[in-house]
């Protein structure tokens, strides 16, 4: 069993900035990558910034420039910074723990962001 809670979401004005965290527990050996996600009223789910064990990072053209994935000290656990919001950032923000094979990948409950004035 893996678990992943996030925190870090919050109400903030356009322009603002926000850091999401991230953190694996359990059953967390061989973890491959953590990443971001996230859903919009609305929207399918969508990929935000993942990073891998060995620092390579991916991110949606949306965000490119304006968020940073980074891992934390302990291998489990990851931020999401997340500068000059716009509204269409608006969305609950997804943790997700991949691990070799995918059958072991475990999502987060989920962190509300909400960029409005």
């Known amino acids: 069993q893996v678990q992943v809670v996030e925190s870090g979401g919050g109400l903030v004005q356009p322009g603002g900035s926000l850091r999401l965290s991230c953190a694996a527990s359990?059953?967390?050996?061989?973890?491959?990558?953590m990443g971001w996600y996230r859903q919009g009223p609305g929207k399918q789910r969508e990929l935000v910034a993942t990073?891998?064990?060995?620092?390579?990072?991916d991110y949606a053209d949306s965000v490119k420039g304006r968020f940073s994935i980074s891992k934390g000290n302990a291998k489990n656990t990851v931020y999401l910074q997340m500068n000059s919001l716009k509204p269409e950032d608006t969305a609950v923000y997804y943790c997700k723990v991949d691990f070799p094979g995918g059958r072991r990948d475990s999502w987060g409950q989920g962190t509300q962001v909400t960029v409005s004035s």
């Open positions: 359990g059953s967390i050996f061989s973890i491959y990558a």
């Open positions: 990073i891998t064990n060995s620092g390579n990072t």
